[in-house]
């Protein structure tokens, strides 16, 4: 699995890919004001919420 990240001027969006496959994906805002700590939380908390184990990505 490969975690993906595109940070655009209104949304920062994360998608996760098995392969070609697209198994989720999650927009957020993209803020000036908020920091890596609360992006971190935010990937961990929709990761675990999707069964999909952060050790699993490959580095």
């Not at 004001?33 to 999909?52: I, N």
Request: charged share 25%; net charge positive; proline share 0%.
């Amino acid at each position: 699995m490969i975690l993906v990240i595109d940070v655009g001027n209104t949304n920062t969006v994360f998608g996760v890919y098995d392969g070609k496959k697209l198994l989720n994906h999650w927009r957020m805002e993209t803020s000036k004001g908020k920091t890596s700590d609360e992006y971190g939380m935010f990937m961990v908390s929709f990761l675990a919420m999707r069964r999909l184990i952060s050790a699993r990505l490959k580095r």
